[in-house]
Nanobody, 124 residues
């Protein structure tokens, strides 16, 4: 399995931006569909965005569409989540995950490898 390490979280004011990164180990990064999820206190982990193996196709949760952008650099074994126009309700621990499924993966059970998470806090 691939090992994943997230970075880039922090405290930001509403309306601000953050860019999360997720570095993957190994030489097979391009064989994985990658995704971002988040989990707020007392809530279940929810899907945020996913990107296919080549980076040519993406899919977003309605709550972040138009504000967040997922991308990947297979040469650097890294997936990114650019978050703009952040809202207090975006506050959560953000996780990146890797999947071997064919096609898009949006359910947590589709993903076999997870990072440790990075905290994003948006103040009002």
């Amino acid at each position: 399995q691939v090992q994943l390490v997230e970075s880039g979280g922090g405290l930001v004011q509403a309306g601000g931006s953050l860019r999360l990164s997720c570095a993957a180990s190994g030489r097979t990064f391009s064989s994985y569909v990658m995704g971002w999820f988040r989990q707020a206190p007392g809530k279940e982990r929810e899907f945020v965005a996913t990107i296919n193996r080549s980076g040519g196709s993406t899919y977003y949760a309605d709550s972040v569409k138009g504000r967040f952008t997922i991308s990947r650099d297979n040469a650097k074994n890294t997936v990114y989540l650019q978050m703009n126009s952040l809202k207090p309700e975006d506050t959560a621990v953000f996780y990146c995950a890797a999947s071997r499924v064919v096609g898009f993966a949006t359910a947590p059970t589709d993903f076999a490898s997870w990072g440790q998470g990075t905290q994003v806090t948006v103040s009002s």
